[in-house]
């Protein structure tokens, strides 16, 4: 809202510069025309016009000043608006990051128990046939990685939520 102010009133003023600007030309017109064809030794039209020049070369320069003034606000204005898009944009994306990591770390759990569970039951019948043993001790491996992956990737997403948020890393392009 504020910004919307700003910018509509560095509008006002951009329109009231240009206003000033034309005032001045017009002086600066008037004068020159007065140089040319009237009479040079009137002292007091001279210094109305040098007045009239004076007066509109002020009100540009104030109006100027005031334009550059509100242009660094509205800048400052925009980067506080981007800074809190950019923060809000982040802490969305670490939310995500992290609900992503407690899912992927509840899936590996349950891979973890199941492939243990029917390793563990084809251990115990692995006298029986060859491929339950080789089954079983594939599994067991399975399970090895899935419980390094456990440890792992969870983890690693969660640091990586907290650098998103804190800026540290970009936010993931999904």
Same mark, same amino acid.
């Given at each position: 809202m504020a910004l919307t102010k700003l910018r509509s009133r560095h509008l006002t003023l951009n329109e009231r510069k240009a206003?000033? #600007?034309s005032a001045l030309d017009q002086a600066r017109a008037d004068q020159q025309r007065y140089f040319f064809e009237s009479d040079i030794i009137d002292n007091g039209a001279?210094?109305?016009l040098e007045s009239a020049v004076d007066a509109a070369t002020l009100r540009l320069s104030s109006l100027s000043d005031a334009c550059t003034?509100?242009?660094? #606000?509205?800048?400052?204005?925009?980067r506080t608006v981007a800074a809190e898009t950019e923060r809000e944009e982040r802490q969305a994306a670490a939310k995500d990051i992290l609900t992503t990591a407690d899912a992927? #770390?509840?899936r590996l759990e349950a891979l973890l128990r199941e492939s243990r569970s029917v390793g563990e039951n084809l251990v115990a019948i692995?006298?029986?046939?060859?491929?339950?043993r080789e089954f079983g001790h594939y599994l067991d491996g399975v399970?090895?990685?899935?419980?390094?992956a456990l440890d792992v990737v969870p983890s690693q997403l969660r640091g990586l939520?907290?650098?998103?948020?804190?800026?540290e890393e970009q936010i993931p392009i999904a």
């Open positions: 206003e000033a #600007q001279i210094a109305k003034a509100l242009a660094a #606000q509205i800048a400052d204005a925009e992927i #770390q509840e692995r006298h029986l046939t060859f491929q339950a399970a090895t990685r899935l419980g390094v939520a907290k650098a998103v948020e804190l800026g």
